[in-house]
């Protein structure tokens, strides 16, 4: 577990290179793998000409594009890795609801890979609109965190709330840190395989968990069975016994439906009145990810829901 402001040196070099591109002006959205291995087949994209071709798209580049003083950062900070083609960063940047956010260089697929997409966008916005409707939160804790998006926005709804990251991945929790300092919120962090090493008693937790089906990709992107939906039922259920009365989580998700079925909404429905809760579910897009029903795991998917789903604990 790291308290609140522990940064190591390397981490503080990261930050100081965040302040640096947005005192630039810098701006990027980041996509989808697939969307991003389309754009990087262009031949214009061979290397970086600005920073948004070496933060966002991730191009080799030479020193000069980004000056001395962010060059130097990145040195410092070891974010640096030397190619035939030139310099890449190791990290990507992108903006989400207003706030600049670091994470993983394309392409992410390693098990240490800290991804950030459309659905951070999503799971932001499902938050903030959440959050809306009632306040009242002392301790949130966000579930596999990843880079923070989900803690960082929520802080920003809720500032005298008490946040506290969670996730199996080091390198996660490390850009997390970095994440939150920049956004000026004050956060804990936990290494946890799920819910297993945070402490009952939250009265907020939010998750966006894995949620494909694929034996053989990275950590973020494995949610074991059930069409990828396995994690997010555990979670949820876990999430759901140390969750103080009254308290809520906010689970933001992929969920496979199959023949009209939505097997993981019919689960929680199913499991969660034993542990006293009630579960409110909204499809936000009903079809995301369509490239995955190309694949024998889906061969029987219609298509692939992201899911809003609120669960309530009675007081």
Not at 109 to 136: K, N, Y
Not at 211 to 237: K, V
Request: aromatic letters at 6%; proline letters at 5%; charged letters at 25%.
């Amino acid at each position: 577990m790291a308290g609140p402001g522990a940064l190591s040196e390397d981490e503080a070099a990261h930050l100081r290179l965040l302040q640096a591109l947005e005192a630039r002006g810098y701006d990027f959205v980041t996509i989808t793998p697939e969307s991003h291995r389309r754009v990087l087949a262009r031949e214009t994209m061979r290397e970086a000409r600005n920073l948004r071709g070496v933060f966002g798209w991730s191009l080799p580049f030479a020193e000069e594009v980004v000056g001395p003083e962010l060059f130097a950062l990145l040195r410092e900070g070891r974010l640096l890795q030397e190619t035939a083609a030139g310099w890449k960063a190791k990290i990507r940047v992108s903006r989400i609801r207003g706030r600049l956010f670091i994470h993983s260089a394309f392409p992410t697929e390693s098990d240490e890979s800290v991804f950030l997409g459309p659905d951070s966008t999503r799971f932001a916005d499902f938050i903030v609109d959440e959050l809306g409707r009632r306040g009242g939160v002392s301790r949130l804790v966000d579930i596999g965190t990843g880079a923070g998006v989900g803690g960082i926005i929520a802080a920003g709804v809720m500032p005298d709330t008490q946040v506290e990251l969670a996730d199996i991945n080091t390198a996660a929790l490390s850009h997390a840190r970095v994440n939150a300092a920049f956004a000026g919120v004050e956060v804990t962090t936990i290494e946890s395989d799920g819910v297993e090493a945070i402490e009952p008693g939250f009265d907020l937790a939010i998750s966006n968990p894995p949620f494909i089906f694929e034996e053989d990709a990275p950590a973020y992107r494995r949610g074991g069975a059930m069409h990828g939906a396995e994690l997010s039922r555990d979670w949820t259920l876990a999430a759901a016994r140390k969750l103080a009365p009254g308290g809520r989580i906010l689970l933001y998700t992929g969920s496979a439906i199959v023949d009209g079925r939505d097997e993981l909404r019919e689960t929680l429905e199913r499991e969660l009145p034993a542990l006293n809760c009630t579960l409110e579910w909204r499809e936000l897009d009903p079809d995301i990810f369509g490239e995955e029903l190309e694949k024998p795991a889906y061969a029987d998917v219609d298509r692939i829901a992201a899911i809003g789903a609120v669960v309530e604990k009675a007081t």
